[in-house]
């Protein structure tokens, strides 16, 4: 039974966690901007007291986000101990990790010329290399995986916002990116679809310069041998995955589409698969990661 107090709901939580230097602020800053009561720094093991809090307030406080960082003693374990108590209680406890590459993370360090939390006497990669193995096990318990390595402040809190924000329809709601595997795979995929053995809009020359977007290309790709199939066979796939994320209470789906470039074939495919899952009645982001990388 949920811990209720005067009849209310018990107050939802998000925890947002993850790399130092890959958007906790600005993630956290979204949510309140969508009036999530947001606290930061708050080690794990205060969770329960600030649910209980919230909990007095007879419904106030609705919505609570908690920014959590590797600083926290025994974090690893903490947290994820915590957050299972939480759920044992009825309380919808979900976790977000904020991901980035290693690259990005030393560009953005050396961009505010501050040290990393872990650096200690080491360098920065050191720092960021420890912090990476100490939150290994929290990231793959992580119910959504953000990987802000290409995206500005402005996209990143636009992601939160449209995986938060208010009017939601569906339960699941899908994020599909299309990318180009010569740029590398997107961290945070739960899923893969590989287009490259659809021939290649780039070899066209009236079709190079457009994007998969435009109805030239997509109706190019459309019609080889091989992509309604695929289409069709992956649909089936997604429905079986969906119908169980669904009854293990999962939040989120990240669909990744993937050709060489991410230009032409992975970017119409997506667009596709972006329909289809709408159609499934999902609340569907797509987004073309690597558009304009050639």
């Not at 893969?192 to 457009?210: A, G, I, Q, S, T």
Request: charge should be negative; charged fraction near 25%; include cysteine.
């Amino acid at each position: 039974m949920p811990n209720t107090l005067s009849g209310a709901l018990p107050p939802e939580i998000v925890i947002v966690t993850g790399m130092s230097g890959a958007g906790r602020s600005t993630a956290a800053r979204a949510l309140e901007d969508l009036d999530w009561f947001v606290v930061d720094n708050l080690p794990p093991g205060l969770l329960p007291t600030m649910i209980d809090l919230a909990g007095r307030t007879k419904g106030a406080v609705p919505k609570v986000a908690a920014v959590v960082d590797v600083r926290s003693m025994a974090f690893t374990e903490d947290l994820l101990s915590t957050v299972e108590a939480l759920r044992t209680r009825g309380i919808a406890a979900r976790v977000v990790f904020l991901e980035a590459g290693d690259e990005t993370l030393v560009r953005r360090f050396e961009g505010v010329r501050r040290p990393h939390p872990l650096q200690g006497d080491g360098r920065l990669t050191d720092g960021i290399a420890r912090e990476r193995e100490t939150l290994r096990t929290v990231r793959d318990e992580a119910d959504l995986v953000i990987d802000t390595s290409q995206l500005n402040v402005h996209q990143l809190k636009a992601k939160v916002i449209g995986f938060f924000g208010e009017g939601e329809k569906t339960h699941l709601r899908a994020n599909v990116v299309s990318f180009g595997f010569k740029h590398g795979l997107p961290v945070d995929a739960d899923l893969v679809v590989d287009c490259r053995f659809l021939p290649n809009p780039h070899w066209v020359p009236e079709l190079r310069p457009m994007n998969g977007r435009d109805a030239a290309v997509r109706d190019y790709v459309l019609a080889q041998k091989g992509a309604k199939e695929l289409l069709d066979a992956y649909t089936e796939v997604l429905r079986l995955l969906i119908d169980g994320y669904q009854r293990e209470g999962k939040h989120y789906l990240t669909l990744a589409v993937g050709c060489t470039g991410g230009k032409h074939r992975s970017v119409a495919m997506s667009e596709q698969f972006g329909e289809r899952l709408r159609d499934e009645g999902l609340d569907v982001h797509v987004v073309h990661r690597d558009v304009g990388r050639e």
